[in-house]
């Protein structure tokens, strides 16, 4: 896919904020760039509009909506987000991306979290959100993660105890097994996060809980619960700057018909709702996320997945105050989170659903002698350090070692990056398509009396989605009807609501003995009168609109 910028790196904060202005500056006729806010440490959060003004408003157009970096760490949702901008503009004049640009408009957040994402490129450590103290204002005893050889990463450190649970593989000496229940001989070791300890009494070694717990993913006020009851959740609904900036946003653009938020890790579409099992949702709205989510995998190969009946493991509790959730159940927008990049996959480790809760320790071993296999085979060994001999401060003598969590599991290593950013975005060409599409197919004119017309228009819906957008819209009351207009003075008013027209989603077709089958429950086209009075030759126009389904026009003149 042909783009403006390369993809081989990820990009820290000022790179970022450059080449989004690059973007626009570039392109200043279909992109509008705008900082939404200011997050605590200064940096702003970008947002991009991407549309052919020519052919409309942005805000007058069925809306794609898309962010990355709800979790600062998980980085290559962010560069997939940077991506889909380069290539809509790079491409604006393909024919392909310019019929999307007339009829679609773009809104893309790359970075929802820049301080926590800064944080995370440029130092060693690992945050969920952000480098802001929660819940407690200073670290907690125990094991800090650290950087302690100075190699950039933080690793692993074993320590060699006769108390260890782990050996070195026998079948490679750079991977750890478990120890078995019986042996007694040979040489055992505890493994540990690279770190020291605070509060170290000489025997126990705890891992600290994170001083940076907030979870921008639990922040959304969609079965909110406090920190007691859901961690990271912040002291209230939207607390973080950057999750209320998001919601602001979403809500101010009643136009946009279909969220995609990046994240990372797994390797699949997840899909609402997460804090209820599905059999209690709209039936028709879950229809259509596995309808959907058939085109996510032809162009991914990402399985679709249920947030509560598949995703969470079993045995773990549910997960509340996510984005995605709230889009759907607060504001009725359909909507998934893409968890970009999964090295189970690639090593060939079959993705099972619903989730065990937990591997058998053979299971665990065989996964990692995998994933040692492909990082030698496709990174030449790169992705892991070899066990080093060294002293630790505390512990005496130590070995550092192991895996590049951040940019081996967590994140792709840069080199897979582009590849991983395009299938999402033609997943997301194709989606943008799926939007409801507001048409006017004809409009008609019926002399009465002198001076006196019958007006009669067809309007319908071309697209997938119905122009209520969800069933769980109408439930909730923030669905806004479809209106008809005319510019002519009309008996009854001139402007009426007509309801929502379905969409393709809504229409059911079968085979059946008597041949092919089509039914709508619901009309994707309604015809439409008016009254009025004018003289003949009166040039007058016809108006469909709805936020979600943009609007369609025609001029006619009274014969």
Not at 57 to 72: I, L, Q, R
Not at 148 to 156: A, F, K, L, P, T
Not at 436 to 445: C, G, M
Request: glycine letters at 8%; hydrophobic letters at 35%.
């Amino acid at each position: 896919m042909n783009t403006t910028f390369s993809y081989g790196h990820y990009w820290k904060f000022d790179e970022l904020t450059a080449n989004l202005k690059k973007l626009a500056a570039d392109h200043p006729a279909l992109a509008r760039l705008v900082s939404l806010n200011k997050t605590p440490e200064g940096r702003e959060i970008w947002q991009l509009t991407i549309t052919d003004p020519a052919a409309g408003p942005a805000e007058a157009k069925p809306a794609f909506y898309a962010d990355g970096s709800h979790h600062a760490g998980e980085l290559t949702g962010s560069m997939s987000a940077a991506f889909l901008a380069d290539y809509l503009l790079t491409n604006a004049e393909t024919s392909r991306v310019s019929a999307l640009l007339k009829a679609y408009t773009f809104y893309i957040i790359p970075r929802v979290s820049p301080d926590g994402a800064e944080f995370y490129l440029t130092t060693p450590n690992r945050v969920r959100s952000v480098n802001r103290p929660y819940p407690c204002e200073q670290p907690l005893p125990g094991l800090q993660a650290a950087d302690m050889d100075g190699d950039g990463v933080i690793r692993s450190m074993r320590v060699k105890s006769p108390y260890g649970m782990w050996k070195v593989s026998p079948l490679d000496p750079r991977l750890m097994v478990q120890r078995k229940p019986d042996e007694l001989e040979g040489e055992f070791y505890n493994v540990y996060t690279e770190g020291y300890i605070t509060g170290y009494d000489g025997v126990a070694i705890q891992e600290a809980p994170s001083p940076f717990g907030n979870d921008f993913n639990r922040n959304y006020p969609i079965a909110w619960a406090p920190e007691s009851g859901q961690k990271g959740a912040g002291v209230y609904p939207f607390s973080n700057i950057e999750t209320k900036t998001v919601a602001d946003f979403i809500i101010a653009h009643k136009n946009i018909g279909s969220v995609i938020t990046f994240h990372t890790w797994g390797g699949m579409f997840l899909f609402p709702p997460g804090f209820i099992p599905s059999k209690k949702a709209d039936p028709e709205d879950m229809a259509r996320y596995h309808e959907i989510g058939k085109i996510a995998t032809e162009e991914t190969g990402y399985p679709v997945v249920n947030l509560f009946d598949e995703y969470t493991p079993e045995g773990v509790d549910i997960s509340s105050g996510a984005m995605d959730d709230w889009c759907h159940f607060n504001r009725g927008i359909p909507a998934y989170t893409i968890e970009c990049w999964d090295m189970r996959p690639r090593a060939g480790i079959p993705l099972k659903w619903p989730q065990p809760a937990s591997l058998t320790p053979d299971e665990q071993a065989d996964e990692m002698a995998k994933f040692m296999k492909w990082n030698d085979e496709n990174l030449g060994g790169a992705a892991f350090s070899g066990w080093t001999p060294a002293v630790h401060p505390q512990l005496g003598f130590v070995e550092y070692g192991g895996f590049d969590y951040k940019f081996f599991f967590q994140n792709c290593p840069p080199a897979f990056l582009r590849q991983e950013a395009e299938k999402h975005t033609r997943y997301i060409l194709r989606a943008a398509a799926l939007l409801p599409k507001l048409a006017l197919d004809r409009v008609d004119s019926r002399k009465l009396g002198e001076g006196v017309y019958e007006v009669t228009a067809v309007a319908g819906n071309l697209g997938y989605l119905p122009t209520s957008l969800t069933n769980e819209a109408v439930k909730l009351g923030v669905d806004v009807p479809v209106k008809a207009e005319i510019s002519l003075p009309a008996e009854g008013g001139s402007v009426q609501e007509i309801g929502h027209l379905a969409g393709r989603s809504s229409v059911e077709t079968a085979f059946t003995p008597n041949g092919f089958y089509t039914a709508s429950p619901l009309p994707q086209r309604k015809l439409v009168k008016w009254i009025v009075r004018a003289e003949a030759g009166t040039r007058y126009t016809v108006k469909v609109c709805s936020p979600t389904g943009g609007v369609a026009r025609m001029d006619k003149t009274l014969a």
